[in-house]
């Protein structure tokens, strides 16, 4: 099939980008750092330490700003300890040169979003967060702040990734409803199509077990971002039970581990985005709006019945959460061409297939 001039990019169109120098990175690329359609970010060699979170504004460089701001740098060669409620800005080691029809987002990895560590992608003269302007020549920071458990981190770390853009790729509503009637993006009897997006609901019926979810717990030791199956999981998250009435009490600032009802499904030939349900709704929100990708619950890359983890949080006020209700939706995008890999199949994939599944640093 002919590539579509505008959407998403692929994993070869990312590779390209690398070769044509509009990709720049200071080390070679990790093996598998090109996913299906984003690139994993890699954490330079030192942290700052900031006082608080800042954006640069149209006539400002980053480097400006951690001029004033900046407290201590940290050195990342050998690994350090990130404190939660602490903000730090890391520069990264790629750093880009797009060409002008070109746009890319950032957001945090799953598994960094699993984790509670908030992280956001700061650009020169930026004026949003995670958002990449077409033409965008510059170095890319991170913003990151453990907000549950404190970390260990390296130069080389991956915490967030990049996507890139050309041109508009988003479906509209009845490009969506269209899909799902062939493909079942969301598997619901009643799909709810609106805002662009396709609803996702919450499970709080749980397994057999009456397993609904996790709580992380405070005062944890820490957990180390580029280690697998390292740490136990009751160690830092308390199991949530059902207990008959398929409710859950969101206490305000603590953080939830759930999982939607519904199977999810994203086509070879399309990207996700999850974007949190109105705020005006209720005062809580999925917090990290996350990638979905190609491949994702797709039933010939492994995916069947895949579902989507959700973390959770309420603000300011206590909110009581009930099964089946609407907490997120998903926005599909084009994608320019099918990826040469897709997610689940021999990249390493951790979450193909996920029912509630804690991030790939716990064992059970
Ligand atoms: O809020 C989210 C975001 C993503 N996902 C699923 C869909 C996505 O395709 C998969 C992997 O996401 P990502 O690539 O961000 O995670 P990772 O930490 O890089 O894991 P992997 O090593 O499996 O790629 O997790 C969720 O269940 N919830």
């Not at 609904?212 to 405070?218: A, E, S, T, V």
């Not at 944890?220 to 009490?249: C, M």
Request: with cysteine; net charge negative; charged share 25%.
């Amino acid at each position: 099939m002919m590539a579509r001039e505008t959407g998403i990019l692929a994993d070869r169109a990312i590779s390209a980008l690398f070769e044509t120098g509009r990709l720049i990175s200071e080390r070679e690329l990790d093996r598998d750092q090109i996913q299906p359609a984003s690139l994993d970010l890699r954490l330079g060699g030192k942290a700052f330490r900031v006082r608080a979170s800042f954006m640069p504004g149209p006539s400002h460089l980053v480097s400006d700003k951690l001029d004033r701001l900046s407290l201590h740098v940290i050195d990342l060669s050998e690994g350090a300890v990130l404190e939660t409620g602490c903000v730090y800005i890391v520069p990264l080691m790629e750093s880009l040169a797009l060409p002008a029809d070109m746009s890319a987002s950032a957001n945090p990895k799953s598994s960094t979003g699993r984790l509670d560590i908030f992280t956001r992608v700061i650009t020169d003269y930026a004026q949003e967060f995670d958002k990449i302007p077409s033409g965008y020549s510059g170095p890319l920071y991170l913003e990151i702040s453990p907000r549950t458990f404190p970390i260990v981190v390296r130069r080389g770390s991956r915490l967030s990734q990049i996507r890139f853009r050309v041109g508009q790729a988003l479906l509209g509503e009845p490009e969506l409803l269209k899909l799902h009637e062939s493909e079942t993006l969301v598997a619901s009897k009643l799909p709810n199509v609106s805002g662009g997006g396709i609803a996702l609901s919450i499970d709080l019926a749980g397994d057999k077990e009456g397993l609904i979810g996790y709580r992380g717990k405070h005062h944890t030791a820490v957990v180390d971002v580029d280690k697998k199956a390292q740490h136990d999981i009751y160690d830092f998250w308390e199991p949530l039970h059902s207990r008959g009435r398929n409710e859950l009490i969101l206490d305000p600032d603590e953080f939830y581990i759930l999982v939607s009802r519904e199977a999810v499904h994203v086509p070879p030939d399309y990207a996700a985005e999850m974007t949190p349900f109105d705020p005006l709704v209720g005062e809580f929100r999925v917090h990290y709006a996350g990638f979905f990708d190609p491949g994702f619950g797709h039933a010939p890359a492994g995916g069947r019945g895949s579902r989507a983890v959700l973390e959770v949080r309420s603000h300011e006020v206590p909110f009581i959460l009930e099964d089946g209700q609407i907490v997120g939706r998903l926005v599909y995008e084009h994608m320019q061409e099918k990826p040469a890999s897709l997610y689940g199949s021999g990249l390493g994939s951790n979450y193909q297939a996920q029912g509630l599944k804690l991030s790939k640093h716990f064992r059970i």
